[in-house]
Antibody, heavy 120, light 112 residues
Framework: QITLEESGPALVKPTQTLALTCTFS??????????VGWIRQPPGKALEWLAL???????RYTPSLKNRLTLTKDTSKNQVVLTMTNMDPGDTATYYC????????????WGQGTLVTVSS | DCLMTQSPLSLPVTLGQPASISCRSS???????????LSWFHQRPGQSPRRLIYKVSNRDSGVPDRFGGGGSGTDFTLKISRVEAEDVGVYYCMQTTHWPHTFGQGTKLEIK
């Protein structure tokens, strides 16, 4: 079965760079039409779509954060890394990674999420 | 960006009664391939969201048939025929037709 797990620091300081890793099993990111994405949710607020990387290394980012986000994949390790530069307290949120099967089946599996707090 | 607007934002419902959530998009969600990429998610307190419906009306495996999705173009609805206690939480619509993908603000369903 498909599982995803997010990992990374729980606390980062303002201006620092955040690196979150999504480690997954049950599928390969080299398989046709597969994608891994990131969603975040500030405490008590709505979901926000951030970014998505496809099997063919096509990458999409939300325009409002595009200059701060980078996605990389390591197919051999079954991992996707999201980096976000210049962290701000407004970036405090639970960050989720998700599996998608191209357009046909978006966000069909989610990780449990990891809470990142930005504070000095 | 394609703005997704849900209503109501708060939905108190009596057990056993129906419930309906509206989701409107600022642009048509019909893609060039003819499909409409509108999904619905449910998030219980303290849990990750779970997808219920994809491509407007397709129920995910394990989703009770009291959940139904419908609509077209820019107007969509999630209906629960008879609300049960486990249905509490926040419901989100999401479009994946346009980049960036976008969510609605969420509708919080509670039991009266």
């Amino acid at each position: 079965q498909i599982t995803l797990e997010e990992s990374g620091p729980a606390l980062v300081k303002p201006t620092q760079t955040l690196a979150l890793t999504c480690t997954f099993s049950g599928f390969s990111l080299s398989s046709n039409r597969v994608g891994v994405g990131w969603i975040r949710q500030p405490p008590g607020k709505a979901l926000e779509w951030l970014a998505l990387i496809y099997w063919n290394d096509d990458k999409r980012y939300t325009p409002s954060l595009k200059n701060r986000l980078t996605l990389t994949k390591d197919t051999s390790k079954n991992q996707v890394v999201l980096t976000m530069t210049n962290m701000d307290p407004g970036d405090t949120a639970t960050y989720y990674c998700t599996h998608s099967y191209f357009d046909d089946s978006p966000l069909d599996y989610w990780g449990q999420g990891t809470l990142v707090t930005v504070s000095s | 960006d394609c703005l997704m607007t849900q209503s109501p934002l708060s939905l108190p419902v009596t057990l056993g009664q129906p419930a309906s959530i509206s989701c409107r998009s600022s642009q048509s969600l019909v893609y060039s391939d003819g499909n409409t990429y509108l999904s619905w998610f449910h998030q219980r307190p303290g849990q990750s969201p779970r997808r219920l419906i994809y491509k407007v009306s397709n129920r995910d495996s394990g989703v009770p048939d009291r959940f139904g999705g419908g609509g077209s173009g820019t107007d969509f609805t999630l209906k629960i025929s008879r609300v049960e206690a486990e249905d509490v939480g926040v419901y989100y619509c999401m479009q994946t037709t346009h980049w960036p993908h976008t969510f609605g603000q969420g509708t919080k369903l509670e039991i009266k």
